[in-house]
């Protein structure tokens, strides 16, 4: 009987809040402010210091007062002096704040451990013909970040990132790998090349999905992004006359004449200008894919990482 609710003695500066700590000690930003007022004995002062007004000084000085339930600094025209219990505090503030100073210290270390390297995995024709220019603009905003890059099919390229091998992958598939999310970074084209004395370079009817499908090509081998866009072109597998493992090798081996090949337009342009490979129109065959930066589910890029694919997408936009 008679007897304050839990809220009337918080207000009246009795009892402390309970809860967690974050409901009972202050923020940093009061602990560093009555530390400011404590150096340089003026509210006012300590205010201009911090960047704050002084009303909004003061108002932060009151809450903290009331959150503690004690009355911790004394103003006066002359100036603030801490109370007896405003310099108890002050002690302890100094405590709170170093050992926050040391905490971001220590997360700064990490984060510069962690910005010290970049591991990136992409699949051949983005390792070729898209990385080395988005790498030399990483370079120029992050000088001291060394850079791996591993150069694989799409299908190793998931296998790195899900074992923690990779940091951020690129992807040239028809979906994206299980395990995995990812953005669009730019388009690309399989166009269909033969060398200029093959058959296929001198016709004039365009070339329809039935005769693809049925005429062996030099391929890149299964599990990478470009035979995985032939195929579900074609509504099936392409039938091999070599599979090779890089888009290089096969470029040389159509060049020679071993027979037509499927590749990325990317990868074709010094062959198609000097002629040494002649472009075959298709007939009702879709071979646009899209590319894509992937990493593991839930795990989205941070630090140069997430600069890399910043870099990628505004370059898509450009």
Do not use: C
């Not at 451990?113 to 070729?128: C, F, G, N, Q, Y």
């Not at 009817?205 to 074609?234: F, H």
Request: proline content about 5%; cysteine-free.
């Amino acid at each position: 009987m008679g007897s304050k609710s839990r809220a009337e003695e918080q207000e009246g500066g009795g009892a402390a809040p309970r809860g967690g700590l974050a409901h009972r000690v202050p923020d940093l930003g009061a602990l560093e402010l009555l530390l400011a007022v404590a150096r340089l004995g003026s509210l006012g002062r300590a205010a201009r210091e911090l960047g704050i007004t002084q009303p909004a000084a003061s108002s932060r000085i009151r809450s903290m007062e009331r959150q503690l339930g004690v009355a911790l600094v004394d103003r006066s025209p002359q100036g603030s002096r801490l109370t007896d219990a405003g310099a108890l505090v002050t002690d302890w503030a100094r405590r709170v704040v170093e050992a926050a100073e040391a905490f971001d210290a220590g997360a700064q270390a990490l984060r510069d451990r962690r910005d010290s390297r970049l591991r990136v995995a992409a699949s051949m024709t983005i390792a070729e013909y898209l990385l080395p220019g988005w790498l030399i603009a990483l370079r120029a905003q992050r000088p001291d970040t060394a850079v791996s890059l591993l150069a694989g099919n799409s299908a190793v390229v998931a296998e790195r990132l899900l074992a923690g091998e990779a940091d951020l992958g690129f992807v040239e598939g028809v979906s994206v790998p299980t395990g995995l999310d990812s953005v669009v970074v730019a388009h690309d084209r399989l166009i269909v090349v033969a060398a200029p004395g093959h058959p296929w370079a001198r016709r004039r009817k365009q070339l329809e999905a039935g005769e693809l499908a049925a005429t062996p090509l030099i391929l890149r081998e299964e599990g990478s992004g470009t035979r995985q866009v032939l195929d579900a072109a074609l509504g099936g597998l392409a039938r091999p006359l070599i599979e090779l493992s890089s888009t290089t090798a096969v470029k040389a081996a159509a060049v020679s004449g071993a027979g037509p090949a499927v590749l990325s337009e990317l990868a074709l342009g010094e062959e198609l200008s000097a002629r040494r490979l002649v472009s075959v129109p298709l007939d009702g065959v879709h071979l646009r894919r899209a590319l894509r930066a992937v990493w593991p589910t839930g795990h989205r890029p941070t630090g140069p990482g997430r600069d890399l694919l910043a870099l990628t997408r505004s370059r898509a936009a450009g």
